[in-house]
C-alpha cells in the first residue's frame, strides 16, 4: 500500500508539472534547441537556480515532458479496456483518446523533437514505454479477434500502415515485432491495425 504525500510532495509535484507543461509548450513553439531554461523560468517567475530544484537539465526536460505525455496515454487507454464495453466501441474510444492526446499543441511539439540528444538509459525508457502502450493497446484487438469481431491482416502491411496511426507520438523505433502464437504484433512505433470481420 502506498503511503499518502505529503502536502509537501503534493506541492512540488504541482510545481514541477507546471514547468513542464510550460516547458513542452516553448519547445513546441522554438524548438527544443531554441528554447533556453531561462526562458522558461522566466515564463513562471522563477530563477534559474530554483528551476534546478525541481528538474537538473533541459534533457531532463525533455525526458520527462515525453513520459508525461505517454503516461497520460496509457491512463487513458486503461480507463478504456476497463469499460465493459464492446471491442468495436473499445477500438474506436482507444483512438479518439489517442488523437485527442497526440493533437495537443505542445504534447505533440515535445514528442516530434529528436531523442537521440538524450542518454540512452532515458532513450531506452521511452522506447519500453511506448512498447507497453502498444501492446496495452493490442489487447483491444486481440479481444475483438478471439470474440470474432475483428479478423488479423497481413501483418507486414499491418505494420507498416499501423506506424501512421502513432507517428506523432514517436520518431524513435521500438524494439520491434513479437509474435504471440499464430498472431504476430509489431511495436516499432506503430499500433497494427485490423479489419471488422465480414468487411
Known amino acids: 500500500m502506498k503511503s499518502q504525500k505529503s502536502f509537501r510532495e503534493i ?82 474510444e482507444a483512438v479518439k483518446c489517442h488523437v485527442r492526446t497526440v493533437t495537443q499543441r505542445h504534447v505533440v511539439g515535445a514528442l516530434r523533437q529528436q531523442e537521440l540528444i538524450l542518454p540512452k538509459k532515458w532513450r531506452d525508457e521511452i522506447v519500453a514505454q ?15 479477434i478471439e470474440k470474432g469481431v475483428f479478423r488479423a491482416m497481413d501483418w507486414k502491411m499491418s505494420n507498416m ?12 523505433p521500438s524494439s520491434g515485432p513479437k509474435t504471440r502464437g499464430s498472431q504476430t504484433t509489431g511495436t516499432n512505433g506503430g499500433i497494427t491495425p485490423i479489419a471488422l470481420q465480414g468487411a
Open 161 to 172: 500502415a499501423g506506424s501512421k496511426l502513432s507517428s506523432d507520438t514517436s520518431q524513435q
Open 11 to 92: 506541492r512540488y509535484d504541482e510545481k514541477r508539472r507546471k514547468i513542464l507543461e510550460n516547458a513542452a509548450r516553448i519547445f513546441a513553439k522554438k524548438g527544443y534547441e531554441r528554447a533556453s531554461l531561462e526562458e522558461i523560468a522566466g515564463k513562471l517567475k522563477l530563477t534559474k537556480a530554483s528551476l534546478y530544484h525541481y528538474i537538473k537539465s533541459k534533457e531532463e526536460m525533455l525526458f520527462l515532458i515525453q513520459m508525461q505525455a505517454i503516461e497520460q496515454l496509457q491512463k487513458a487507454l486503461e480507463i478504456v479496456l476497463e469499460s465493459g464495453k464492446d471491442p468495436r466501441e473499445k477500438l474506436a
Open 130 to 144: 511506448r512498447d507497453h502502450y502498444d501492446l496495452t493497446f493490442l489487447k483491444i484487438i486481440e479481444e475483438g
